[in-house]
């Protein structure tokens, strides 16, 4: 059967939709396809899945209730539920899906109704730890109450600057302190002047030296010149010797009880003082004490606080210097003085009163220590320090209690973020620590607060890729992932679907208060969800295109000065969008067209056809054609692909090159060698070659060449083939004819141009609207071949024929010329001995 | 006194801050001389005084030194003090040119040998009438007796700043102790002239002192009425109970005072007995006679 360049499914397709433009053609369902007979031109139903804008039930979005999150994802939205349920610690959930499918906002919409009836967690509190300054306390307090207690301790701290230097400066204390000096015999000063006027009385002066003190003779108050004291009678110098030894002794003795008086007054002292200062500590934190007394570790932290409170007491009695009078005036605010900061607060978590529901947290810049923490240094006389004041909160301490929303890829690019993450979930605790330290770089001073309990739901995104290859490369990823929660990238183009598309358009006119969309442009859009997904029975959910789409449109309908946006609206934004991005399409077709890529698009050649490609160029996609050729002469059974010679084919190109030979050994040579050398070739392709979506190509080109039979250069093909000569789907279908029809239309549409696409891929067409018009109006041709027959009867216009009960194709049938051929060489080569034992073994593929 | 130089409108003097063999000078006095010299746009000279008596005694056999910590003596030989002397003034000179600069006034040192006292008439004598002398050491207890000797016996100083064995403050009112009214003028002047350097100019406080209810009421009223123009100063009472003088230093400690100035003999500086208010002060002391 001659499967030719008719017009009549053409035809029967433009009398199913009558004089309709292709704007308004109703809407097609798929099984219309199965009414087309294989191997013929396709109707124009079948070419584009239109929406009836007429049968929306509704005039413009704004009578449309929006939908916000997910449509049609119930899988995935169920998996999420269970996840979200399961409060063990190793249920944390991966959601996969593509990117900008907007599955993390309806993600975080569906936890926040979750959350939102789950108890408010509690707040946690830093506080110094007294016997371990480097180890920080944790404390967990109701929700609501860490800023209480924080502002309970300043306000202890305040109260006590003022009380405790009242109780210090009290004449009951100064009489007191003065009552232990008097106990000691007063300061030394005092003692070695009492000393002095001791020895006076004994004719004896008592004097300083620079460097000590010494004894000399006195007389009326003056020291006696050496000269006066040797005219002195015996007895006298005799006596002043004796009391000047016993002087010296009782200086020695008088000096060294100086420490040990001083130590003990000292100590006298410490003990009154901690006296007064208990006092004034102990009624100071009497409030803080009932209000937080109950709290686990509370008591023991504020007991601690007193404990220390009284025993530096002087911290607030100290005296600010002269240069620093300037300051005394105002002082500092007890929070932001450094001598208080040990007994200060620090709310890592603190509830706001109206708060309510567990939190939801996304974390946007998942570093290590944004995820679980850090402690931050402050600059001192050139070293780093630190304390527990300094520790912030990581998004685990936000998200505890609650959810924890992260990108994977992001978590995965920070260092030691993903190590930290699996740790705090794998021990249910969140320890801050530095980096660093677990590469034992870190020479200054750090801290090991203590741990906090963690109780958290991580939800991971990140496409298939990512899950796969973590699930594969790291062992406890399926520990502590365990619920997938899986995306699709499309939903059905069902009518409820379609319905739930159009509030999605009402969602993001409310979200970006855009204008309202008629339901012509709604219809548009749905169109295109379609050919976003490649697939006519198909959505594509990428939201933020649409997004992009439905905000271009508006822009265009504000250009237009229209209250409303419309199909045309839409219609332009989806071709600005193109255009803006087409520069590289355009440069490329100008090759075409001024002959410098040789694609011949009319007329018929030998050996030579056009194949189709697509070009992926960011968001942006497009087809080209590419000719293909195939040379054949008798030889040992082998056949150069010359694309895999040059190592510019990929694998499963290959893949499809070997499957032709299989399809020639098995068709045509059952009881002869295949004594045939065959190249093929992309004729100027300068970049890698990959896929098997040319193989029928390819095939087609070689049966011309062994046929020698012209093959119609107007026709493009795409398709892979088997063994069999079974023609299979292929992907960017579309892309390819278009592709194709670009090329054709800048040097003029003949009529007799089209593209032959497997049968299978009919239910992928969405094609552009321009081309669909060009094939109503019978200027291009698009046929769906199910078999290498049909699709060579298309090319070259004649049978390929089938073997007859003789075992023969009929003559005249481009098989038995292809069969003819075949012998040819197997008589060559059997005449050349050698050669045919070569082919005999079935050939050879390089 | 300095005040006289003030009412003269004579802006210059002299401080002498005075520096002996005692224990060491402390950080409060070296800032009272710095303050009262900016106050009055003074110089600074750094007296240290090599006590003569001290070389005198190492011609005894029978001389020695015992150790400040008393762990240790040695024989007083006249070479060892002549380089305990040197060291001593050279450590002095140089703590002087690091205040100078710091404080950015006009100081130098030199070393004299004399008796203490004798030194100090000897310096004051030379440079005219109008000097303060500032004692580098805290002042004892018992020292109430020295204290008197010096402005006794040095005429040329207007009046002695001292300070206690607690006196730590520079920052703060300036209080004067008033006893009798016919000394106020000029103990408010120099009040207000070490006020002006102060951190505020009007932060004064006369404290009046007695230990008589009647003559503290009269005491009042003149106060009132010499105050009730110029400078606005705030008025305390203390009253002696009884003369006891550790009442009126309490009442000093609880001004929380930044300078001091006091008439010397009287109830607030007893020339008998300065144990309470060397345990009560916590700034320098400016003595008038």
Same mark, same amino acid.
């Given at each position: 059967?001659?499967?030719?360049?008719?017009?009549?499914?053409?035809?029967?397709?433009?009398?199913?939709?009558?004089?309709?433009?292709?704007?308004?053609?109703?809407?097609?369902?798929?099984?219309?396809?199965?009414?087309?007979?294989?191997?013929?031109?396709?109707?124009?139903?079948?070419?584009?899945?239109?929406?009836?804008?007429?049968?929306?039930?509704?005039?413009?979005?704004?009578?449309?209730?929006?939908?916000?999150?997910?449509?049609?994802?119930?899988?995935?939205?169920?998996?999420? #539920?269970?996840?979200?349920?399961?409060?063990?610690?190793?249920?944390?959930?991966?959601?996969?899906?593509?990117?900008?499918?907007?599955?993390?906002?309806?993600?975080?919409?569906?936890?926040?109704?979750?959350?939102?009836?789950?108890?408010?967690?509690?707040? /946690?509190?830093?506080?110094?730890?007294?016997?371990?300054? +480097?180890?920080?306390?944790?404390?967990?307090?109701?929700?609501?109450?860490?800023?209480?207690?924080?502002?309970?301790?300043?306000?202890?701290?305040?109260?006590?600057? =003022?009380?405790?230097?009242?109780?210090?400066?009290?004449?009951?204390?100064?009489?007191?302190?003065?009552?232990?000096?008097?106990?000691?015999?007063?300061?030394?000063?005092?003692?070695?002047?009492?000393?002095?006027?001791?020895?006076?009385?004994?004719?004896?002066?008592?004097?300083?030296?620079?460097?000590?003190?010494?004894?000399?003779?006195?007389?009326?108050?003056?020291?006696?010149?050496?000269?006066?004291?040797?005219?002195?009678?015996?007895?006298?110098?005799?006596?002043? *010797?004796?009391?000047?030894?016993?002087?010296?002794?009782?200086?020695?003795?008088?000096?060294?009880?100086?420490?040990?008086?001083?130590?003990?007054?000292?100590?006298?002292?410490?003990?009154?003082?901690?006296? @007064?200062?208990?006092?004034?500590?102990?009624?100071?934190?009497?409030?803080?004490?009932? =209000?937080?007394?109950?709290?686990?570790?509370?008591?023991?932290?504020?007991?601690?606080?007193?404990?220390?409170?009284?025993?530096?007491?002087?911290?607030?009695?100290?005296?600010?210097?002269?240069?620093?009078?300037?300051?005394?005036?105002?002082?500092?605010? $007890?929070?932001?003085?450094?001598?208080?900061?040990?007994?200060?607060?620090?709310?890592?978590?603190?509830?706001?009163?109206?708060?309510?529901?567990?939190? &939801?947290?996304?974390?946007?810049?998942?570093?290590?220590?944004?995820?679980?923490?850090?402690?931050?240094?402050?600059?001192?006389?050139?070293?780093?320090?630190?304390?527990?004041?300094?520790?912030?909160?990581?998004?685990?301490?936000?998200?505890?209690?609650?959810?924890?929303?992260?990108?994977?890829?992001?978590?995965?690019?920070?260092?030691?973020? /993903?190590?930290?993450?699996?740790?705090?979930? $794998?021990?249910?605790?969140?320890?801050?620590?530095?980096?660093?330290?677990?590469?034992?770089?870190?020479?200054?001073?750090?801290?090991?607060?203590?741990?906090?309990?963690?109780?958290?739901?991580?939800?991971?995104?990140?496409?298939?890729?990512?899950?796969?290859?973590?699930?594969?490369?790291?062992?406890?990823?399926?520990?502590?992932?365990?619920?997938?929660?899986?995306?699709?990238?499309?939903?059905?183009?069902?009518?409820?679907?379609?319905?739930?598309?159009?509030?999605?358009?009402?969602?993001?006119?409310?979200?970006?208060?855009?204008?309202?969309?008629?339901?012509?442009?709604?219809?548009?859009?749905?169109?295109?969800?379609?050919?976003?997904?490649?697939? #006519?029975?198909?959505?594509?959910?990428?939201? $933020?295109?649409?997004?992009?789409?439905? #905000?271009?449109?508006?822009? /265009?309908?504000?250009?237009?000065?229209?209250?409303?946006?419309?199909?045309?609206?839409?219609?332009?934004?989806?071709?600005?969008?193109?255009?803006?991005?087409? *520069?590289?399409?355009?440069?490329?077709?100008?090759?075409?067209?001024?002959?410098?890529?040789?694609?011949?698009?009319?007329?018929?050649?030998?050996?030579?056809?056009?194949?189709?490609?697509?070009?992926?160029?960011?968001?942006?996609?497009?087809?080209?054609?590419?000719?293909?050729?195939?040379? @054949?002469?008798?030889?040992?059974?082998?056949?150069?692909?010359?694309?895999?010679?040059?190592?510019?084919?990929?694998?499963?190109?290959?893949?499809?090159?070997?499957?032709? /030979?299989?399809?020639?050994?098995?068709?045509?040579?059952?009881?002869?060698?295949?004594?045939?050398?065959?190249?093929?070739?992309?004729?100027?392709?300068?970049?890698?070659?990959?896929?098997?979506?040319?193989?029928?190509?390819?095939?087609?080109?070689?049966?011309?060449?062994?046929?020698?039979?012209?093959?119609?250069?107007?026709?493009?093909?795409?398709?892979?083939? +088997?063994?069999?000569?079974?023609?299979?789907?292929?992907?960017?279908?579309?892309?390819?004819?278009?592709?194709?029809?670009?090329?054709?239309?800048?040097?003029?549409?003949?009529?007799?141009?089209?593209?032959?696409?497997? =049968?299978?891929?009919?239910?992928?067409?969405?094609?552009?609207?321009?081309?669909?018009?060009?094939?109503?109006?019978?200027?291009?041709?698009?046929?769906?071949? $199910?078999?290498?027959?049909?699709?060579?009867?298309?090319?070259?216009?004649?049978?390929?024929?089938?073997?007859?009960?003789?075992?023969?194709?009929?003559?005249?049938? &481009?098989?038995?010329?292809?069969?003819?051929?075949?012998?040819?060489?197997?008589?060559?080569?059997?005449?050349?001995?050698?050669?045919?034992?070569?082919?005999?073994?079935?050939?050879?593929?390089? | 006194?300095?005040?006289?130089?003030?009412?003269?409108?004579?802006?210059?003097?002299?401080?002498?801050? %005075?520096?002996?063999?005692?224990?060491?000078?402390?950080?409060?006095?070296?800032?009272?001389?710095?303050?009262?010299?900016?106050?009055?746009?003074?110089?600074?000279?750094?007296?240290?005084?090599?006590?003569?008596?001290?070389?005198?005694?190492?011609?005894?056999?029978?001389?020695?030194?015992?150790?400040?910590?008393?762990?240790?003596? %040695?024989?007083?030989?006249?070479?060892?003090?002549?380089?305990?002397?040197?060291?001593?003034?050279?450590?002095? %000179?140089?703590?002087?040119?690091?205040?100078?600069?710091?404080?950015?006034?006009?100081?130098?040192?030199?070393?004299?040998?004399?008796?203490?006292?004798?030194?100090?008439?000897?310096?004051?004598?030379?440079?005219?009438?109008?000097?303060?002398?500032?004692?580098?050491?805290?002042?004892?207890?018992?020292?109430?007796?020295?204290?008197?000797?010096?402005?006794?016996?040095?005429?040329?100083?207007?009046?002695?700043?001292?300070?206690?064995?607690?006196?730590?403050?520079?920052?703060?009112?300036?209080?004067?102790?008033?006893?009798?009214?016919?000394?106020?003028?000029?103990?408010?002047?120099?009040?207000?002239?070490?006020?002006?350097?102060?951190?505020?100019?009007?932060?004064?406080?006369?404290?009046?002192?007695?230990?008589?209810?009647?003559?503290?009421?009269?005491?009042?009223?003149?106060?009132?009425?010499?105050?009730?123009?110029?400078?606005?100063?705030?008025?305390?009472?203390?009253?002696?109970?009884?003369?006891?003088?550790?009442?009126?230093?309490?009442?000093?400690?609880?001004?929380?005072?930044?300078?001091?100035?006091?008439?010397?003999?009287?109830?607030?500086?007893?020339?008998?007995?300065?144990?309470?208010?060397?345990?009560?002060?916590?700034?320098?002391?400016?003595?008038? %006679?």
């Amino acid at each position: 059967m001659i499967f030719g360049l008719g017009r009549k499914g053409k035809k029967d397709g433009k009398a199913a939709s009558g004089d309709k433009t292709s704007e308004d053609v109703s809407e097609s369902r798929s099984e219309d396809i199965s009414s087309q007979p294989p191997g013929s031109a396709l109707a124009v139903t079948d070419l584009r899945r239109t929406v009836d804008a007429d049968a929306l039930k509704f005039a413009t979005t704004d009578d449309l209730e929006p939908v916000h999150g997910l449509i049609g994802q119930e899988r995935a939205l169920k998996a999420l #539920r269970f996840g979200a349920g399961m409060r063990s610690h190793d249920y944390n959930i991966f959601v996969l899906g593509p990117d900008a499918s907007g599955k993390s906002a309806a993600v975080r919409s569906a936890l926040t109704a979750l959350a939102s009836e789950a108890p408010r967690p509690d707040d /946690w509190v830093y506080v110094n730890n007294f016997e371990h300054a +480097n180890a920080p306390t944790a404390l967990r307090l109701a929700p609501g109450q860490a800023q209480r207690l924080e502002k309970a301790m300043v306000a202890l701290i305040d109260e006590l600057r =003022a009380t405790l230097p009242a109780a210090f400066d009290s004449e009951d204390y100064q009489a007191r302190a003065r009552a232990i000096d008097a106990e000691y015999g007063g300061q030394p000063e005092e003692q070695l002047q009492a000393l002095g006027e001791r020895a006076e009385q004994r004719g004896i002066a008592f004097l300083r030296t620079p460097m000590g003190f010494t004894f000399a003779p006195m007389l009326e108050g003056k020291v006696v010149k050496p000269e006066a004291f040797a005219a002195m009678p015996p007895s006298m110098q005799d006596t002043v *010797r004796e009391n000047i030894e016993a002087l010296q002794k009782e200086l020695t003795e008088l000096l060294q009880s100086f420490p040990r008086a001083d130590k003990e007054r000292r100590q006298s002292l410490s003990a009154l003082n901690e006296e @007064v200062a208990a006092n004034a500590v102990k009624t100071a934190l009497a409030d803080v004490l009932a =209000a937080f007394g109950e709290v686990e570790g509370a008591r023991d932290f504020l007991k601690a606080v007193e404990g220390d409170l009284i025993v530096n007491a002087q911290l607030f009695i100290g005296e600010p210097t002269s240069e620093q009078s300037d300051f005394v005036a105002q002082p500092i605010d $007890s929070s932001r003085d450094p001598r208080f900061r040990r007994y200060m607060v620090n709310a890592i978590i603190a509830q706001e009163d109206k708060a309510s529901g567990a939190p &939801v947290i996304e974390a946007t810049n998942p570093t290590h220590g944004n995820l679980i923490g850090r402690s931050e240094y402050l600059a001192q006389m050139g070293a780093l320090v630190t304390d527990f004041l300094l520790i912030k909160p990581g998004a685990l301490h936000r998200a505890n209690g609650g959810y924890l929303l992260i990108d994977a890829r992001k978590l995965l690019l920070s260092p030691f973020a /993903w190590e930290a993450l699996k740790r705090a979930l $794998s021990t249910r605790s969140i320890r801050i620590e530095h980096p660093a330290e677990n590469l034992g770089v870190v020479t200054t001073q750090t801290l090991d607060p203590q741990p906090i309990p963690l109780d958290v739901k991580v939800v991971l995104f990140g496409d298939r890729e990512l899950y796969y290859l973590l699930s594969q490369g790291d062992p406890e990823f399926q520990q502590l992932f365990k619920v997938q929660a899986d995306f699709d990238d499309t939903i059905a183009r069902t009518e409820d679907n379609a319905e739930a598309y159009a509030r999605l358009v009402a969602a993001i006119v409310g979200e970006y208060k855009l204008k309202p969309l008629d339901k012509g442009a709604v219809a548009r859009i749905i169109e295109e969800g379609s050919r976003m997904a490649g697939d #006519r029975d198909k959505l594509s959910i990428e939201v $933020s295109r649409i997004g992009d789409i439905v #905000r271009e449109a508006d822009y /265009w309908a504000a250009q237009a000065e229209r209250s409303v946006t419309t199909r045309e609206d839409v219609r332009r934004a989806i071709d600005e969008h193109v255009q803006r991005a087409d *520069r590289l399409r355009d440069r490329d077709q100008e090759t075409f067209e001024r002959g410098i890529i040789l694609v011949d698009t009319d007329g018929e050649t030998v050996g030579q056809i056009n194949g189709l490609s697509v070009l992926q160029l960011g968001e942006f996609s497009f087809g080209r054609p590419s000719r293909i050729t195939a040379r @054949v002469r008798f030889g040992p059974g082998r056949m150069v692909d010359i694309e895999r010679e040059v190592k510019l084919g990929g694998p499963l190109h290959s893949k499809g090159v070997m499957i032709l /030979w299989g399809y020639l050994a098995g068709m045509f040579a059952q009881d002869r060698p295949l004594a045939l050398s065959a190249s093929l070739v992309f004729e100027q392709s300068y970049g890698g070659v990959e896929g098997d979506s040319a193989s029928s190509t390819e095939l087609y080109a070689l049966l011309s060449a062994l046929a020698d039979v012209p093959i119609r250069q107007g026709i493009a093909v795409t398709g892979s083939v +088997n063994q069999l000569g079974e023609v299979q789907a292929i992907g960017g279908v579309n892309e390819k004819i278009e592709g194709f029809f670009d090329i054709c239309k800048l040097r003029g549409l003949t009529g007799t141009q089209g593209v032959i696409i497997p =049968a299978a891929n009919v239910q992928h067409l969405m094609l552009r609207e321009d081309v669909v018009d060009a094939i109503r109006e019978n200027k291009f041709s698009v046929f769906a071949v $199910s078999t290498i027959a049909q699709g060579i009867e298309i090319l070259t216009g004649r049978p390929a024929g089938e073997r007859g009960p003789d075992g023969a194709f009929p003559a005249d049938s &481009v098989f038995a010329e292809v069969e003819a051929g075949l012998r040819v060489f197997a008589e060559r080569a059997r005449a050349a001995g050698a050669g045919a034992n070569e082919a005999g073994k079935g050939g050879t593929m390089t | 006194m300095i005040g006289h130089v003030a009412s003269a409108e004579e802006a210059r003097g002299r401080v002498v801050l %005075r520096l002996g063999c005692g224990t060491s000078a402390v950080d409060a006095a070296f800032e009272a001389a710095v303050r009262i010299a900016k106050a009055f746009d003074s110089e600074i000279e750094g007296l240290f005084v090599e006590d003569r008596q001290l070389v005198e005694l190492t011609a005894y056999p029978f001389a020695k030194e015992i150790s400040l910590t008393g762990r240790g003596s %040695r024989a007083l030989s006249s070479q060892d003090l002549e380089q305990e002397f040197r060291a001593a003034f050279l450590a002095m %000179r140089r703590r002087l040119e690091a205040i100078a600069k710091r404080s950015e006034t006009r100081m130098w040192a030199r070393s004299v040998r004399d008796d203490p006292i004798s030194a100090l008439a000897r310096v004051c004598a030379e440079a005219g009438p109008w000097n303060v002398i500032v004692m580098g050491e805290a002042f004892g207890p018992r020292d109430g007796r020295v204290l008197g000797e010096i402005l006794a016996s040095v005429r040329d100083a207007t009046g002695l700043c001292t300070v206690g064995p607690r006196s730590r403050r520079t920052s703060g009112p300036v209080v004067v102790a008033v006893e009798d009214p016919d000394r106020m003028v000029g103990m408010m002047r120099t009040a207000e002239r070490l006020a002006g350097h102060g951190a505020r100019r009007d932060n004064i406080i006369a404290l009046l002192v007695s230990d008589n209810p009647e003559h503290l009421h009269w005491l009042e009223g003149q106060a009132r009425l010499l105050l009730s123009q110029g400078t606005s100063v705030e008025i305390q009472i203390a009253h002696a109970s009884y003369g006891e003088p550790a009442s009126i230093a309490e009442a000093i400690r609880r001004t929380r005072a930044g300078f001091v100035i006091a008439q010397y003999g009287g109830l607030a500086v007893p020339a008998e007995d300065l144990r309470p208010l060397a345990t009560a002060l916590e700034s320098p002391l400016f003595l008038v %006679r």
